[in-house]
């Protein structure tokens, strides 16, 4: 099993990000794939997910700013960062859902700066 995040930096306050997860090994198609999240000193925490039907959840904290999509052809789970703040500093998980409502296989993480 991989998921390999990309598309992590350092970008100004309001900026954008486009993150993508490119996965392999586990049955993506039917899977719930998601965007988590940790900041230093805090513990990981839900951004956004996506059913296998392509229904969507996200955290209030980044609703009308994030969107995550999926592209079943690529194996490959998106997620669109705008409006960014601060406080969305962190490192990014992907993460595929096997059972129950968490992860059982994560990427490496990719960083996430805002700052001016």
């Known amino acids: 099993v991989q998921l390999v995040e990309s598309g992590g930096g350092l970008v100004q306050p309001g900026g954008s990000l486009r993150l993508s997860c490119a996965t392999s090994g586990f049955p993506f198609r039917i899977s719930t794939v998601g965007w988590y999240r940790q900041a230093p000193g805090k513990e990981r925490e839900m951004v956004a997910t996506?059913?296998?039907?392509?229904?969507?959840d996200y955290a209030d904290f980044v609703k009308g700013r994030f969107a995550i999509s999926r592209d079943n052809a690529k194996n490959t789970v998106y997620l669109q960062m705008s409006s960014l703040k601060p406080e969305d500093t962190a490192v990014y998980y992907c993460g595929a859902v096997q059972a129950g409502n968490w992860p059982s296989y994560w990427g490496q993480g990719t960083l996430v700066t805002v700052s001016s």
């Open positions: 996506v059913r296998s039907g392509g229904s969507t």
